[in-house]
């Protein structure tokens, strides 16, 4: 089996887009949140390559054709906003501040918790763009110092939580203005968790586009800050 990934140049695309489509069916047949695509698909690759015994290296090779469409994506998720505009315009103060508190909570979490933890700097600094996209986030990581490894597989956790925990959360604190709903998935869970607003409604997407890209520049402008903390 290593050979036949080692000799197929879409060996690695072709499991992970098998896997992403039983994570689908299984959501859909079922309608759980803890089946999340991205979850079991996730889950469906690793045991792939356990069983297999395929080393990662080898499996990226193939795999790693995916993640040229991350960034226009990404760059997509700005067509809901556009339609939106109006809303964003009259309510950007709110937007703003919104984004504003997220970005600071994430960092200011991970700062604390690494103290309580004990982590080195670079354990920190590896965790610190956990809120944002991997487009950014692996490049932000590999500036300070930290695994670039770990800092994709913390985004994709923190994504994936945010996808089926989101909701709950905003029903617990009774969160039901469409904006802050968008705010809080884009700003906490990236694109995974836009994925969720989108579902939820228009206004809810639009928003979490939009703090998708904010909440990624303003994490790499004020990183610098917390990095020098620990």
């Known amino acids: 089996m290593n050979s036949f990934f080692q000799e197929s140049l879409f060996a690695g695309v072709t499991i992970s887009l098998l896997a992403y489509l039983a994570g689908s069916f299984l959501k ?65 103060r709110a937007v703003l501040l919104g984004i504003l508190a997220g970005v600071f909570t994430s960092m200011g979490t991970v700062f604390v918790l690494s103290l309580l933890l004990g982590l080195s700097h670079q354990e920190y600094v590896t965790l610190l763009p956990k809120s944002i996209t ?22 994709v956790v923190t994504g994936v939580l945010g996808n089926i925990m989101g909701e709950a959360i905003c029903k617990i604190f009774r969160i039901t203005d469409p904006i802050a709903k968008g705010l809080a998935f884009g700003a906490s869970s990236h694109a995974i968790g836009t994925a969720k607003a989108m579902e939820l409604g228009e206004v809810e997407g639009a928003m979490s586009s939009l703090a998708i890209a904010v909440t990624g520049l303003l994490t790499v402008v004020f990183s610098s800050v917390f990095a020098g903390l620990l």
Not at 47 to 53: E, G, K
Not at 54 to 62: F, K, L, M, R
Not at 138 to 144: A, D
């Open 134 to 155: 991997t487009a950014i986030g692996m490049g932000l990581s590999e500036e300070l110092g930290g695994y670039v490894t770990i800092t994709v597989a913390v985004i």
């Open 28 to 92: 859909k047949k079922f309608k759980l949140g803890i089946l999340n695509p991205l979850l079991i698909s996730i889950v469906i690759t690793i045991l792939v390559l356990v069983v297999a015994d395929v080393d990662y290296d080898t499996y990226d090779a193939g795999a790693k054709y995916l993640s040229w469409f991350l960034t226009p994506a990404t760059v997509c998720l700005a067509i809901p906003l556009y339609e939106q505009w109006q809303l964003l315009k009259r309510h950007w």
